[in-house]
């Protein structure tokens, strides 16, 4: 498959599992950054594959075919990225921008010796889960999005669900990270921020940014 494939079927793939699960023809065009005529016939085209379900103004969906060659990229994506982050010590960002370009080089060889080496991963630096040998995902993290919890309570980190680069530098910077331990002190729903306390500062964050913030309350 060709690259531009690959991505297309990722990013349907990966936009129907986002909280605001938006596929719609406009949303899967800016986010590869082409044009939306450039995104209809690439529907079109992968229609013709049996890889997407296209419908002229209808939100796009993968067929089961879609669905494989989709967790098939991502399984080598986030192996890469697991790959790089412990054994090279690469950044959040810079593991997800050289993943970018290794998975549609590695083989299914290549992938599963990879899986065996990092000891079957089922989580990457990111807290994305991995899909299993048979491209299946079992299910994505348990947890719910910062933007949506009740303040007053203390979270773990458990994903980082983006690809921003501005995102991951404010991650890095705040020490915002998987596993991180957060205060959430409030919500003021009506500006869509959210007033957390972490490594003894205070942190106000906007709905951008804590929708993409995955959370699980600690234990009492």
């Known amino acids: 498959m060709s690259v531009s494939t690959e991505n297309f079927v990722k990013t349907i793939f990966i936009q129907k599992r986002h909280p605001k699960a938006d596929t719609r023809i406009s949303t899967i065009a800016g986010l590869l950054h082409i044009t939306n005529a ?32 989709a967790q098939n990229v991502i399984r080598k994506h986030r192996l890469w990225e697991t790959f790089l982050y412990q054994i090279l010590n690469l950044s959040l960002l810079e593991i997800h921008r050289e993943a970018e ?45 910062l933007s949506d919890t009740p303040a007053g309570s203390n979270y773990v980190i458990t994903r980082l669900f983006s690809s921003d680069e501005d995102f991951f530098h404010f991650c890095t910077a705040n020490q915002l990270e998987i596993g991180s331990v957060i205060a959430v002190e409030q919500q003021y729903s009506g500006k869509k921020i959210t007033q957390i306390r972490t490594h003894n ?6 709905k951008e940014f804590t929708d993409f913030i995955y959370v699980e309350e600690t234990p009492t």
Do not use: Q, W
């Open 38 to 69: 450039a995104a209809t016939d690439m529907a079109r085209k992968l229609g013709a594959k049996e890889l997407v379900h296209y419908a002229k103004y209808n939100p796009l969906h993968l067929t089961s075919k879609g669905e494989e060659l």
């Open 101 to 145: 370009n290794l998975e549609h080089l590695t083989s299914d060889f290549l992938a599963d010796k990879m899986a065996d080496y990092l000891g079957y991963p089922t989580t990457d630096p990111h807290g994305d889960p991995i899909p299993c040998m048979n491209n299946h995902l079992t299910s994505d993290p348990k947890g719910r999005v």
């Open 201 to 206: 500062r205070t942190l106000l964050l906007h």
